[in-house]
């Protein structure tokens, strides 16, 4: 499955396959991106982050892209678990941003059906 | 290692009635920040403190203060509840220095005004 980012706030995906959750940045200076994870009642955990240098990084399982040109982020979840099932939010942070200040996107949901 | 710790994790209050939540990290970090997040909705930043003894406001700051006790203890008071305040706040802390840091979470206070 593939989200169209924000404005499609629900995904839902198949156990074992891959998900792809985007998000459109508003900030041409933002130089830092981060994922979190949010779980029902549990704060944003850290997912991994990718600075303005870089296109692409990777962590376990998952995969930031970064397109600058279009101002577009996209978090790639291979071999999608149930345990992914949460609410994911992309933050950015503008360059020199008083107190390193984030601002957050609205969140998509991730519903993984088993 | 707790990480970020929230007190108390839900309260209800009347209108008018004032309140001060409670946040402490053990990570020594330098910055802390208050979060608000409403049903459906990201998080949207009230108060950060960059470093100890300093205070700043963010995107949603009336009606709240804030207190930067310590390095480990970032406080946000509500002098008179009102039902608009009625949100799910959230604490965070990061690391910021010459590399950007990501922001760690608690798991939040539930507040409802009556």
Redesign the interface.
């Known amino acids: 499955g593939e989200s169209v980012g924000l404005h499609l706030p629900t995904l839902s995906v198949q156990e074992g396959d891959n998900s792809i959750i985007n998000c459109a940045y508003s900030n041409s200076a933002s130089d830092y991106f981060i994922w979190y994870k949010q779980e029902s009642g549990k704060g944003p955990q850290f997912i991994i982050d990718i600075r303005s240098n870089m296109d692409k990084r990777q962590g376990q399982r998952v995969t930031v892209l970064l397109n600058k040109t279009v101002k577009h982020l996209s978090l790639q979840i291979a071999a999608t678990q149930p345990g992914d099932s949460a609410v994911y939010f992309c933050a950015e942070k503008p360059f020199l941003s008083a107190g390193n200040m984030l601002t957050f996107g609205g969140g998509t949901r991730l519903m993984v059906k088993p | 290692n707790a990480g970020?710790t929230q007190t108390p994790k839900f309260q209800v209050l009347k209108t008018g009635q004032s309140m001060t939540l409670q946040c402490a990290q053990d990570m020594n970090h330098n910055?802390m920040?208050w979060y608000r997040q409403d049903p459906?909705?990201?998080?949207?930043?009230i108060y950060?403190?960059?470093s100890e003894g300093t205070t700043?406001k963010?995107e949603v700051p009336n009606g709240y203060n804030v207190s930067r006790l310590n390095k480990r203890e970032f406080s946000l008071r509500l002098e008179s509840a009102a039902p608009s305040q009625t949100s799910v706040y959230?604490c965070?802390s990061?690391l910021?220095g010459l590399r950007?840091q990501?922001?760690?979470?608690?798991?939040?206070t539930r507040l409802s005004i009556l």
């Open positions: 970020v910055s920040y459906g909705m990201g998080l949207r930043l950060y403190s960059a700043d963010g959230f965070a990061s910021q950007n990501p922001q760690h979470f608690g798991d939040g």
